[in-house]
C-alpha cells in the first residue's frame, strides 16, 4: 500500500536554513564558500540563501569577503562560543560514551588530555560493570606519561603536525620502556603513518608489561587532535581480531564524543606527512 503520509515539513524554514549555513561554514572542509557554492551544497533557493546570508552577516554571525567573494564565519560567534566553553563540561558529554565503550569491550576505558608540552595525562575513566575474567586495568586520575609511550602517545603524535610533532619527540626521546618499546625513531614514524591509516593505535606491552592498549584521537571544532580515548586490558587476552574489533568501538565512540562536542576530524590528505 501506498503511504501517503505528507512529508514532515519544518516549522520555521528560514531559521533551519540559516542553522545549516553556520554549520556547514563550521567544517573545516567548507569554511570558505560563496553564495553559489552554499546555496547548491545545501539546496537552497539562492535568493533565499542570499537573504539569509544578509542577515547573519548583520549581527555579524558570518563575515564577507569582499576580494574572494566569500563568505565564513563571523567574530560574534566568538562570543557564543566562549559562552558555551564556559557552561558545557565537556568531559560531562563524553562520560556516556567511556562508560558505552567500556561496556561494549569489556575493558577498563580512559580519556586523556595534554598535561604539558611533553606529558599526556588520564581525566576520565570508566570500567565495564562485567569485566572479562572479573579482572580490570587499574588507572589513577592525574597519572601523566610520555608522549612517546603507550598507544596513547602514538596516537597523539600520529595527528600532530610534523615540525612540531618531530620536536615533541626530540625532547621526550624514544625510551626502552619495556623490551617491547620502538627506540628506532624509523620504525617509530612507521608506526605513525600506521595509526593515521587505521584510525587508531595500538600497543603491546610496550610501555608496560603485560598490558596493551588501543587508542583513537578525538579533534576539536579546528580538527586539531584534542583528547585520546583508549582501551586497557591484559596483553594474554588480547588476539589480533579482539584488538581489531576494539579499534572499530574506540572510533565509534571517538565520532560520539566529537559530534556531542563540536569537534571534527581532519582532511589527513592535505597534510604533508
Avoid at 569491550?105 to 608540552?117: F, I, K, M, P, R
Avoid at 609511550?149 to 610533532?165: N, P, Q, T, V
Avoid at 624509523?186 to 610496550?206: A, I, P
Wanted: net charge negative.
Amino acid at each position: 500500500m501506498e503511504n501517503t503520509k505528507p512529508k514532515e515539513k519544518s516549522e520555521v524554514p528560514a531559521l533551519e536554513s540559516a542553522i545549516k549555513v553556520l554549520e556547514y561554514l563550521s567544517r573545516y572542509t567548507t569554511k570558505e564558500r560563496s553564495i553559489s557554492q552554499i546555496a547548491k551544497n545545501l539546496s537552497i533557493n539562492k535568493s533565499t540563501c542570499h537573504r539569509i546570508l544578509k542577515v547573519l552577516n548583520q549581527y555579524r554571525y558570518i563575515s564577507f569577503d569582499e576580494g574572494t567573494k566569500q563568505y565564513n564565519l563571523g567574530p560574534a560567534l566568538l562570543i557564543l562560543g566562549s559562552r558555551a566553553a564556559e557552561f558545557i563540561d565537556y568531559l560531562k558529554l563524553a562520560k556516556p560514551h567511556l562508560k558505552w565503550l567500556a561496556e561494549q569491550t569489556g575493558v577498563t576505558c580512559v580519556l586523556l588530555e595534554q598535561a604539558s608540552d611533553d606529558r599526556l595525562m588520564y581525566v576520565a575513566k570508566e570500567e565495564p560493570d562485567h569485566p572479562d575474567n572479573h579482572i580490570h586495568v587499574s588507572v589513577k586520575l592525574g597519572q601523566q606519561f610520555p608522549l612517546t609511550g603507550a598507544s596513547f602517545g602514538k596516537c597523539y603524535l600520529a595527528y600532530i603536525e610534523d615540525e612540531k610533532r618531530n620536536e615533541m619527540i626530540q625532547k621526550v626521546n624514544l625510551q626502552p620502556f619495556t623490551d617491547k618499546s620502538i627506540i628506532d625513531i624509523e620504525t617509530f614514524l612507521d608506526s605513525l603513518n600506521d595509526v593515521r591509516q587505521k584510525g587508531y593505535s595500538v600497543s603491546y606491552e610496550e610501555y608496560t608489561q603485560g598490558v596493551f592498549g588501543v587508542a583513537a584521537p578525538i579533534f576539536n571544532s579546528y580538527g586539531q587532535i584534542s583528547m585520546v580515548i583508549a582501551c586497557l586490558g591484559f596483553a594474554s587476552n588480547a588476539n589480533e581480531e579482539y584488538v581489531a574489533f576494539c579499534g572499530e568501538k574506540l572510533k565509534e565512540a571517538s565520532k560520539g564524543i566529537m559530534d556531542a562536542i563540536g569537534g571534527e576530524k581532519p582532511v589527513l590528505e592535505e597534510w604533508n606527512h
